[in-house]
Antibody
Framework: EVQLVESGGGLVQPGGSLRLSCAAS????????MNWVRQAPGKGLEWVSY????????YYADSVKGRFTISRDNAKNSLYLQMNSLRDEDTAVYYC?????????????????WGQGTMVTVSS | EIVMTQSPATLSVSPGERATLSCRAS??????LAWYQQKPGQAPRLLIY???TRATGIPARFSGSGSGTEFTLTISSLQSEDFAVYYC???????????FGQGTKVEIK
């Protein structure tokens, strides 16, 4: 079964740090680019960060640039998000999501597999 | 940044009826548009990509159309399990970006 499982969420004070993990299984993790997407309580979805399959290309949303770091370990089938200098507005459920890729057509884009999410609460 | 605007915010529909959801982009995104379904307490699920291609396992009652700046998700005959929030997402200028609409809640009438 193709699956993504996040972990590492919790309660942290403003200015603190947290590291999220996403464990992948059921597919060749090293062949896919990955994303982090977050959802504040009662709000919509916000793309946070992207990492290519080889880690050669990385992007961040302006809202987290300079504070968050995405990384991956293909040997461990794992994706990470290091979050520093956390703010109240970073409170959200954080999802890891796989970029859809059709090997036959080369079509690339959209997020086809999502984890169940991990809650991050930033509060004093 | 491309802004995605969904309408209506809430759609009240009776089971068995058709639901039509709209998504507008502030500039052209070609056909690089996806639709997701999210139920309470669950992760989003990809329904449509490329504006009109159903993802694996998605029932035929879900269909997408449009290109450029105007897009539509149609659910031909609503089933009880279809009551949820639906989001559109453009990925034309992603990465970075990949902005989502604010969502349309489909509720039971």
């Amino acid at each position: 079964e193709v699956q993504l499982v996040e972990s590492g969420g919790g309660l942290v004070q403003p200015g603190g740090s947290l590291r999220l993990s996403c464990a992948a299984s059921g597919f060749t993790f090293s062949s896919y680019s990955m994303n982090w997407v977050r959802q504040a309580p009662g709000k919509g979805l916000e793309w946070v960060s992207y990492i290519s399959s080889s880690s050669s290309t990385i992007y961040y949303a302006d809202s987290v640039k300079g504070r968050f770091t995405i990384s991956r370990d293909n040997a461990k089938n794992s994706l990470y998000l290091q979050m520093n200098s956390l703010r109240d507005e970073d409170t959200a459920v954080y999802y890891c999501a796989r970029t859809y890729y059709d090997i036959l057509t080369g079509y690339y884009g959209a997020f086809d597999i999502w984890g169940q999410g991990t809650m991050v609460t930033v509060s004093s | 940044e491309i802004v995605m605007t969904q309408s209506p915010a809430t759609l009240s529909v009776s089971p068995g009826e058709r639901a039509t959801l709209s998504c507008r982009a502030s500039q052209s995104v070609s056909s690089n548009l996806a639709w997701y379904q999210q139920k309470p307490g669950q992760a989003p699920r990809l329904l449509i990509y490329g504006a009109s291609t159903r993802a694996t396992g998605i029932p035929a009652r879900f269909s997408g159309s449009g290109s450029g700046t105007e897009f539509t998700l149609t659910i031909s005959s609503l089933q009880s399990e279809d009551f949820a929030v639906y989001y559109c997402q453009q990925y034309n200028n992603w990465p970075p970006g990949g902005t989502f609409g604010q969502g349309t809640k489909v509720e039971i009438k």
